[in-house]
């Protein structure tokens, strides 16, 4: 059975998972959003790895989601 560790880099390398610094984010959104249509990215789900991070962590993350990668794919 794989472990926690390999599961989740399988996640990253099929970009179901993101990490890497803002401007890794926004590359990877930027990639998938031109996957499908006129470019508009139907949906998005996020999900905080529930006992492996601490809930300041997780604030941080939504926190510099929202003020640095999501105001990018405005219209």
């Not at 599961?7 to 993101?18: G, K, L, N, S």
């Not at 890497?20 to 590359?27: F, S």
């Amino acid at each position: 059975m794989d472990t926690a560790e390999e599961v989740y880099q399988r996640m990253i390398e099929h970009d179901y998972a993101f990490c890497g610094t803002v401007d890794d984010i926004k590359r990877k959104l930027e990639s998938i959003s031109k996957v499908y249509g006129a470019g508009e990215l139907e949906w998005f789900n996020w999900s905080f790895p529930q006992g492996f991070v601490t809930w300041d962590e997780a604030e941080w993350q939504l926190e510099t989601f929202a003020t640095k990668i999501l105001p990018e794919f405005k219209e």
